[in-house]
């Protein structure tokens, strides 16, 4: 499996931006679709988008779209979340996630095979 740590996450005023990354490592990242998934209090895991293995296709949850923006480089192994124009409720503990059976970006967890431990996004107001 492959293991991931993401890191950038932190407290940022309404309006702020803030960018994530997720770093790979133990298999080639581009075998993978990537997702971003975040988890707030209380609340269930939610899928915030995802990219394909190439960085071809990507897939925003309906929340962010046109807020968020995740691009991928292979030769890094790394995954990015660009998060702009933040709003309180973008609070959460934000996760990237891999998998490799699917030909499609899936926004399902079950569907994802390894996780990072995530990191704390906190958008003050």
């Known amino acids: 499996q492959v293991q991931l740590v993401e890191s950038g996450g932190g407290l940022v005023q309404a309006g702020g931006s803030l960018r994530l990354s997720c770093a790979a490592s133990g298999r080639t990242l581009s075998n993978y679709n990537m997702g971003w998934f975040r988890q707030a209090p209380g609340k269930e895991r939610e899928f915030v988008g995802g990219?394909?293995?190439?960085?071809?296709?990507?897939n925003y949850a309906d929340a962010v779209k046109g807020r968020y923006t995740i691009s991928r480089d292979n030769t890094k192994n790394t995954v990015y979340l660009q998060m702009d124009s933040l709003k309180p409720e973008d609070t959460a503990v934000y996760y990237c996630a891999a998998e490799r059976h699917f030909g499609r970006i899936t926004d399902t967890p079950n569907d994802y095979d390894s996780w990072g431990q995530g990191t704390q996004v906190t958008v003050s107001s």
């Open positions: 990219i394909s293995r190439s960085g071809a296709r990507t």
